[in-house]
């Protein structure tokens, strides 16, 4: 097994199109890549969602703690080849079996776990779970096409 490999917000860029304010994964580490990884998100005050999510009592969106882990499972499939140089695009298709279990705050740390447990051609399908402090906060099945 080859050793983990950490990726930095600038690799990440180059990896995903996605810029702010819905760029949501900051640091990247592919322990085994195109299938296992886990992608960290820090979360602040300032991040535009908790303005309105809610007043008083600022609380992450389930649905961008899911397109978190689309975009985790994006980095791990991109960190498989030459990302820098490649022009493919990883596209997200669909979502199952998702269970939000603990509110995600500012201050927070969401560390988005995605392993790969299905592939055909080029879709592909990634379990996540996701934890703050340990303790799983979201889970969830995502597919995706490379084109």
């Known amino acids: 097994m080859a050793e983990e490999k950490i990726y930095n917000i600038d690799e990440i860029m180059k990896m995903l199109p996605h810029r702010y304010p819905f760029l949501l994964v900051d640091r990247l580490i592919v322990e085994e890549p195109g299938v296992k990884g886990v992608g960290i998100k820090n979360l602040t005050m300032n991040e535009l969602f908790f303005q309105g999510h809610f007043p008083n009592n600022p609380i992450m969106p389930g649905v961008l703690q ?7 499972a994006g980095c791990i499939v991109m960190a498989e080849g030459d990302y820098e140089n490649n022009k493919r695009n990883v596209l997200f298709m669909s979502v199952e079996g998702v ?10 740390q969401l560390k988005m776990h995605l392993e790969k447990v299905k ?10 779970v996701s ?8 889970e969830a099945e995502v597919t995706a096409m490379i084109i």
């Open 99 to 108: 269970k939000f279990r603990k509110p995600v705050r500012p201050g927070d």
């Open 119 to 128: 592939v055909h051609r080029n879709i592909f399908v990634f379990k996540g």
């Open 66 to 72: 899911i397109e978190a882990m689309a975009q985790t």
């Open 131 to 138: 934890k703050v402090d340990d303790q799983v906060v979201s």
